[in-house]
Each structure stands twice: as C-alpha cells, then as structure tokens.
C-alpha cells in the first residue's frame, strides 16, 4: 500500500483492477476544509489518461512491476521470440503487447520487458537505435544539412523523417521515444 502523499512521478498504483503510472500530481491545502492529491494517471494496458483526486493520506495498492532483460532473437509468424538473459528462457510476444515501439525491433536487439504478475506491460526499447536506410528518394547536388527533410524508410520498415543528404544503404541513429534521426552512424 502507498500514501497518496507519497505519489511521485512514475509511481504505479492499481485501481479498479488496472495498473496506472502517476504522470502528474499536485498537493493542494486549501484555506477551508482537508488536503487532497490532484493527479493525473496514464493507464498501463490502454495508455488512456484521467485525472482523479485522492484524499490526503489515503491509501492505494501499489503495482509491483517486474523488470527484466530480454534479447529479441527472431519472429515466429506472428509472434516475436525473446530469449530472458539471465535464466535463457524463451518467450513469445504478440505485436500488441510490444506495442508501436515494433517499428524498431531487430533481431539481437537487447530489451527491457515490464510485467505486472503474468501480464507484459511494455517493451522498453534502447533511447537510440542504429538502422539501414533501405529507401529513400535519391539526394540530389546542392542538399545541404539545414535544407529540410524527406522520408527515408529503414531496415525495419519505419519511415522516418531525414535530411535531403542521407542516401540509401546509410546507417542513421534514431530517437525510439521521438521517432527522430539523430545523425549519421
């Protein structure tokens, strides 16, 4: 159990059967009258976000997450095959428990799964990933590094958005949580 008073940023809680993750919480004490906890929650499962209020001091279940490091080794059909790097257990996730973050999965790309008792909760993804531009419109003399973007689409099949110079066969380094080049490898 954990005091509202105790919310944090990234604290998860479970409500109505469901994992939330505090994503904004305020303290108020007003003149009249208790304190409460005004926050905002994202749910774990959906992604959905709802404000709810707590009372000052009142108590919730705390989600115990389990964190663990995975090694994706190859796609099973439909499943995606990760191998747990400390007791070399395999497991098979489906497309929608990894979620969008599938766009740049490779195979031995090193991953952090979160669970909540049996259920995947997310696939952590590396900040940055390394991929092959595969397509791209062709770059043309006279591109410059401040001219503007076109879409490249990378060994993953994700498109990207990456400056007029970057040609086909390039290696580029991708932001996961922003889906935005870096640079060049």
Known sequence: MISSNDFRTGVTIVLDGSVWRVI????????????????????????SVVERTFRAGETVPQATLEKSEMKHTYKDGEDFVFMDMETYEEAHLKESEIGDRVKYLKDDMTVNVVRWGEQVLEVELPNSVTLE??????????????????????????????????TKGERIRIDTRTDSYQGRE
């Not at 904004?24 to 992604?47: C, D, I, M, Y």
Request: glycine letters at 14%; aromatic letters at 6%.
């Open 24 to 47: 904004e919480f305020l303290h108020v004490k007003p003149g009249k009258g208790s304190a409460f906890v005004r926050t905002k929650l994202k749910n774990a499962q959906t992604g």
């Open 133 to 166: 531009v595969v397509e791209t419109d062709p770059g043309v003399k006279g591109d410059t590094a401040t001219g503007g973007t076109k879409p490249a689409i990378v060994e993953t099949g994700a498109q990207v958005m990456v400056p007029l110079f970057i």
